[in-house]
């Protein structure tokens, strides 16, 4: 496969300046399928570089694993990147012949944690892929473990992902959900953490949403009161939308991310009030951003956001563009808690209700992103009225030298 020069974007010249984000959105050719890369790429000012990985399969193929691998591959090689410097790949399917496939070579051949979401790409190829990346100047990273269970030691820190925890000895989503969290304490109690100091990010994905999303919501609210996470203290950033796991029995599955570490006052919970309801006023346990700083940039971490208004309301029923609008408006404020906009966006995904709305959506979004690294999935919002929704992260460089170093 052979990269084709950068495609001209609003974004960037490709060309990685100290401490911003710039993006490449290129396009891949050869013997397999045609693919889309999208990288950002951020170095602070302690050169420790980050980078952000998105490919989507345009077309269908005989073997769309292997294509995906070796277009990732490609893009690696483009990002000047080795796979070793990965954290995270999350790979986004929707049918059972890729779920199969993706669980061969691909899930063990490379480092860092690894899951695949039945969630279908708005594109031909049928699989997408999300991957995370850190080079460190120092020298390589100090990992340990990989596939669902991965850790990363970095100075004073230890950031841990738990990828595809799922329980199907309940038969309903309420004692699914219970189990889930019941392991996922243990998980972190296996890394000397606990949910609520150490929880930073969660992904639920949920096989039948409409149906099953009520009673995750009940059950995480209540196991959460007892560790003393409620309105009155703090949440988890989190998107809880509809995905299949693998098992056909698990009602859901969660992915999940942890810091071992960090010092009080590092991590900031994140509101708009003006344009965006508390999350408990209906019900639902979760923060809508969440910022962690560290000693040369501040990631912003963008939970799961749709068109809500300040009292908790569906905006524009019906209406997808206008209910984009409303969301972009609404992540433009959490951004701005936190002193970013959407310039220093690393990353997006897009989840749609309605697969004929992806052309239309990703029209709007390149006009107003340019060559960002997003991916469009075919993935029901948690209220039948939304019709799409978007999470991201965002990364802003500050100088802040009493914090640990990302």
């Known amino acids: 496969m052979n990269a084709i020069p950068q495609r001209a974007g609003v974004r960037g010249s490709g060309v990685m300046p ?10 891949i050719e050869g013997p397999g399928p045609a693919a889309r890369l999208g990288i950002s790429r951020f170095a602070g000012a302690g050169g420790v570089v980050e980078c952000h990985i998105t490919v989507v399969l345009e077309d269908a193929c005989s073997d769309p694993a292997a294509a995906l691998e070796e277009a990732w591959l490609a893009a690696l090689v483009r990002a000047d990147l ?20 993706l669980l061969g070579g691909f899930a063990r051949a490379f480092p860092g ?4 979401i039945g969630q279908a790409p708005l594109a031909g190829g049928g699989l997408a892929l999300w991957s ?27 950031h841990c992902w738990l990828s595809g925890l799922c329980d199907t000895t309940g038969a309903d989503a309420f004692s699914q959900t219970t189990a889930v969290l019941e ?32 009673q995750l919501a ?30 056909p029995l698990a009602r859901l599955s969660l992915d999940s991310y942890a810091i071992r570490g960090l010092q009080p006052g590092q991590i900031e919970y994140l509101s708009a009030p ?24 501040r990631h912003i971490l963008i939970s799961g956001t749709a068109s809500i208004d300040a009292a908790g309301n569906i905006v524009h029923s019906g209406d997808v563009l206008r209910q984009l609008d409303r969301t972009l408006e609404n992540i433009a404020a959490l951004l701005a808690t936190a002193k970013a906009g959407f310039d220093d966006l690393a990353m997006i995904l897009v989840y749609l209700r309605e697969p004929e709305d992806g052309p239309v959506i990703e029209k709007v979004l390149r006009q107003r ?7 469009l999935l075919h993935a029901p919002v948690c209220r039948p009225g939304w019709l799409v929704e978007i999470e991201g992260v965002a990364i802003v460089a500050t100088r802040q030298p009493e914090l640990p170093e990302y």
């Open 218 to 247: 009940d059950a995480r609210r209540r196991v959460f009161g007892r560790h003393d996470l409620t309105e009155n203290t703090h949440y988890i950033a989190s998107t809880g939308i509809g995905g299949a796991h693998a098992d």
């Open 113 to 116: 944690a690894y899951s695949t």
């Open 132 to 158: 995370q990346h850190i080079t460190d100047p120092d020298g390589p990273l100090a990992c340990s473990g990989g596939g669902t269970d991965f850790s990363c030691k970095r100075g004073s820190l230890r």
């Open 369 to 375: 992103f340019g060559s960002l690294p997003m991916l």
């Open 274 to 297: 003006h344009h965006l309801c508390p999350t408990h006023l209906y019900g639902v346990t979760f923060e809508r951003a969440t910022a962690v700083s560290y000693a040369d940039r």
């Open 82 to 101: 080795s796979p070793a410097s990965t954290l995270l790949r999350r790979v986004f399917h929707g049918d059972e012949a890729n779920e199969l496939a």
């Open 183 to 214: 392991k996922h304490d243990e998980w972190l109690a296996g890394h000397d953490m606990t949910l609520e100091e150490n929880g930073v990010r969660t992904w639920w994905y949920v096989r039948d949403i409409d149906v099953d999303y009520p």
């Open 18 to 27: 100290p401490c911003e984000t710039t993006v490449e959105w290129l396009e």
